[in-house]
């Protein structure tokens, strides 16, 4: 097996700040995705590289959710959709499962709602999240997808 090469702080510091995928620096590099990551942590521990911009979801999760439905599916997708709309990078899949989610609800007019009390259902197998007919006026999932198609395109650009 090859041995990865040695990259130089200052070269990989470059490549992260050109917003270079870690997959494609992984590839150069001929070291895993996660490799990159850790050396990034590094870096960014040593002051090398700026902090981490956190992404916030309040805008695509707007309810408070209860512990037990933080991990339920439709949280997960709303949370991919939120990270694609503000440019963060997620594997392929999971942004391509999430935008087709939210495509076939809103082409079948459909929105998402929470409810703490709500229980199981087709959505959701753990309660909480449920589907209810669109409001064209206050469409949450649709203004969601919009931002995440907007996200798309423009990392497109990049």
Do not use: C
Not at 3 to 8: A, D, I, S, W, Y
Not at 79 to 105: V, Y
């Amino acid at each position: 097996m090859a041995r990865p090469r040695k990259v130089e702080d200052e070269v990989l510091v470059q490549m992260v700040l050109d917003e270079i995928p870690y997959a494609e620096i992984a590839s150069e590099v001929g070291v895993t995705i996660s490799g990159v990551n850790q050396r990034v942590r590094q870096l960014r521990r040593a002051g090398k590289l700026p902090p981490v911009k956190y992404v916030d979801h309040k805008w695509a999760i707007p309810w408070t959710i209860a512990t037990e439905h933080q991990k339920n599916r439709v949280a997960m997708y709303l949370r991919w959709l939120s990270r694609t709309a503000q440019g963060d990078e997620i594997l392929q899949e999971n942004r391509n499962t999430a935008l087709r989610w939210a495509q076939t609800l809103v082409d079948e007019n459909r929105d998402v709602d929470y409810d703490r009390d709500a229980p199981p259902n087709d959505l959701s197998k753990q309660g909480g999240f449920f589907l209810r007919e669109a409001d064209p006026e206050n469409w949450h999932l649709k203004m969601v997808l919009d931002k995440a198609k907007a996200g798309v395109l423009k990392n497109k650009k990049r």
